[in-house]
């Protein structure tokens, strides 16, 4: 069975500042990972994902982040936040090749971006 | 390209009143499709997908029920809404055999009163 820990629900960050959103992953199979950014009262939208290749992936906005796979981790960064940035993250794993499709979600984190 | 709607996009019913939410995919051929819930302080609750025309799984047992009765659109269903159904749903979509990565519709604000 996989699953998905996110460290914070809640991450506050200073204008300028490093984002850093935390992944945690439990997978019995190669997984493919995901990060999705949602702003209030819209859908996600997808930031970045892993799949195969090169472990560190690059994303819009701004955002990266490493798949580590000794660590079982995938955790989301940039190096200068926006006020723009405030919004939802939510970090997922999906079982690889074969799969059905079903994301597993974390329970999300919440960003906020302080003048 | 593909979009995805998803209407209404705002929504208040009063208790015990019946739910449509109707959800329809462009671009794209037998689409594997997804209906989410969030509440509030919540994370993302899968609540039904289907890989099919009118094949529906249902992830946990409640109120609600879903449709798919064309290829491309997918129906969310109460005959009679609980104040617990209230949250926001999202529609989403992928393709069979890929990564699994989601398309996600605008979403619809539902609030049970």
């Known amino acids: 069975a996989q699953s998905v820990t996110q460290l914070g629900s809640h991450v506050s960050v200073s204008e300028g500042a490093l984002v850093l959103l935390r992944c945690n992953y439990s997978?019995?199979?190669?997984?493919?990972l995901f990060w999705y950014v949602q702003y209030p009262n819209q859908g996600l939208q997808l930031l970045l994902k892993y799949t195969t290749g090169a472990t560190l992936v690059k994303g819009i906005n701004g955002f990266e982040a490493e798949f580590k796979k000794s660590e079982t981790s995938f955790h989301l960064t940039k190096p200068s936040a926006h006020m723009s940035d405030a919004a939802e993250y939510f970090c997922a794993v999906s079982p690889g090749s074969g799969n059905t499709g079903k994301l597993i979600f974390g329970q999300g984190t919440t960003l906020q971006v302080k003048p | 390209s593909q979009t995805i709607h998803q209407w209404p996009a705002t929504l208040v019913q009063p208790v015990g009143s019946p739910l449509s939410l109707e959800c329809t995919v462009e671009?794209?051929?037998?689409?594997?499709l997804y209906w989410y819930r969030q509440a509030a302080g919540r994370g993302l609750q899968l609540l039904f997908y289907s890989v099919g025309i009118g094949q529906i799984s249902s992830e946990v047992p409640q109120n609600l029920s879903a449709s798919r009765p064309q290829d491309r659109q997918f129906i969310l269903s109460s005959k009679k809404l609980l104040l617990s159904d209230s949250g926001f749903y999202l529609c989403?979509?992928?393709?069979?055999?890929?990564?699994?990565?989601?398309?996600f519709g605008e979403g619809s604000r539902l609030t049970v009163l």
């Open positions: 997978s019995s199979v190669p997984p493919y």
């Open positions: 989403a979509w992928s393709v069979w055999g890929t990564t699994g990565e989601l398309f």
């Open positions: 671009g794209t051929s037998n689409p594997n």
